[in-house]
């Protein structure tokens, strides 16, 4: 499968798009460097220790303290300094999740501070070459200092992977000089930055081409690569052209759909895509289609259609959590199986590692999908100022009974104004212009109704008309 990564890099943002034969399969925005914290270690004072929860909140220097999950560990003690990383971005109203294993990725090696052990990647095969690996890894490394040796590290000479070694050591020993120095909470290292990450985690054999905007970047990306296969660093090209890189590649329409609730189907169909605080819901309907062979082929296609669009969408809108799907009512055993394994072929691919936790009597599917950062969603959208998010407004009966109640308590004031002018949005002045005949005679006043395309969809106003 042909793989492309078009990075965007702007002082305001970093844009990414990954693509498997020209399909826009990934698409990840980061903006303001606070906001994406996963890979930054802090040096953070215990403000407080929750017994009941096995946790304690760490302030880290930020305007909310970090959850960090200690177990039975009591040593962990309020205004204690402790050493964590963080894991999960904050999430509306939670902080950010810490965790006090700190590792630091390198191109083609991790390190993991305090432990000391040395894992290969099980997709390096071969004993000999996993020995090799080992036993490399085990002269050069410190005691007390785990190495994990990354997949993309098969095949590479010695120095190159003893080189990432070293800059990973060097990175670790900025940090103790700046933990002896520092006072918590203090911020002791930034994870690098979008752009840098993506070719350091997503490169390998499979990528044909990484095409980046910026100057800067593409001159880190070089650095990045220093010492790798001429190959490898071919792949990596400076765009030039004035046009926007995502238009250039006709990825425009494919990422303004990121936002739209409802996914057709080729068959037909579609699903529906809805956020909760808890969870993300999906709901699959068979619309128009019917299978003029049978309902239960009805409803297998339309099912099958949907576990594959459902794999895609996770992926490209980047949804992590809780994902609960309610398929068409299958009435067989081998069909919900094999919809499941649709599902699981699907998720091929994807780095987040989803799970299919288990099918329900009602067809429910549970799936889990790994979640660090924040969500596309709340990157690029704000909740709606009219619905506060809700996706609901009231209908225009719904706000014009509310404003006749309104002129019914006016009226009954002594000396009311009978002749009132109503001033609503233009959704609602057209219902309410086909009622004033009949709330003119039930009210005994002149009412008259103007448009005003400033007001929210829910407000109106009563004004003295005379």
């Known amino acids: 499968m042909a793989t492309s990564i078009i990075i965007s890099s702007t002082p305001e943002e970093t844009r990414m798009g990954l693509l498997e ?10 903006r303001d460097s606070e ?38 560990d009591r040593r962990l003690t309020e205004g204690r300094s402790v050493l964590v990383q963080i894991s ?11 965790t006090r294993e700190v590792t630091l990725p390198g191109r083609y090696i991790v390190l993991v501070p305090g432990n000391d052990y040395i894992g290969i990647s099980r997709k390096i095969n071969g004993a000999l070459k996993r020995e090799h690996l080992w036993e490399l890894i085990e002269k050069n490394k410190p005691k ?12 590479l000479p010695d120095e190159v992977l003893l080189a990432d070694l070293k800059t990973q050591l060097a990175a670790w020993q900025h940090i103790e000089k700046r933990m002896r120095v520092s006072k918590a909470p203090v911020l ?9 990450r993506i070719v350091r985690d997503y490169l390998n054999s499979s990528v044909e081409k990484i095409v980046i905007d910026d100057k800067d970047a593409y001159d880190r990306l070089l650095n990045l690569l220093k010492g790798v296969p001429d190959e490898d660093i071919k792949k990596l090209k400076l765009y030039r052209g004035t046009q926007d890189i995502f238009s250039y590649y006709g990825l425009t329409e494919a990422i303004a759909s990121i936002s739209d609730r409802r996914v057709d189907l080729p068959c037909g ?13 999906i709901d699959v309907n068979s619309g128009s289609f ?13 099912n099958r259609e949907a576990a594959e669009a459902i794999a895609f969408q996770l992926r490209l809108r980047d949804i992590g959590g809780i994902i609960v799907v309610d398929f068409i009512d299958m009435h067989t055993e081998a069909h919900k199986k094999e919809v499941l394994q649709v599902l699981q072929k699907a998720f091929t691919g994807d780095k987040m590692r989803p799970k299919i936790q288990d099918i329900t009597v009602l067809n429910l599917v549970e799936i889990t999908r790994k979640k660090s950062r924040q969500n596309l969603d709340s990157v690029l959208y704000a909740p709606c100022p009219v619905c506060q998010g809700s996706g609901q407004v009231q209908s225009p009966e719904t706000v014009a009974i509310e404003a006749k109640r309104r002129l019914r308590g006016l009226l009954k004031k002594p000396g009311a104004c009978r002749d009132i002018l109503i001033m609503a ?5 057209e219902y309410l212009k086909t009622q004033l005949h009949a709330w003119d005679r039930e009210l005994n006043c002149s009412l008259t109704v103007e448009e005003d395309a400033a007001l929210d969809v829910e407000s109106f106003s009563l004004l003295d008309n005379s």
Do not use: C, W
Request: hydrophobic share 45%; glycine share 10%.
């Open 425 to 429: 949005h233009p959704l609602v002045a």
């Open 269 to 281: 169909g579609y699903i529906v895509i809805d956020h909760t605080e808890a969870m993300t819901v």
């Open 144 to 155: 007390n200092m785990g190495v994990v040796v990354r997949t993309v590290a098969d095949g």
């Open 88 to 98: 999960k971005d904050p999430r509306g109203a939670k902080g950010p999740t810490a």
């Open 21 to 30: 034969d020209k399909v826009l399969r990934e698409y990840l925005v980061e």
């Open 35 to 72: 906001n994406h914290l996963v890979g930054n270690i802090f040096l953070g004072r215990v403000e407080n220790v929750v017994p009941g929860l096995q946790a304690a909140f760490v302030d880290i220097g930020l305007e909310q303290n970090a959850f960090l999950f200690v177990g039975d």
């Open 188 to 196: 002791v290292y930034r994870e690098l930055d979008l752009s840098v």
């Open 290 to 302: 019917k299978d003029p062979s049978s309902l239960e082929a009805t409803i297998m296609r339309t």
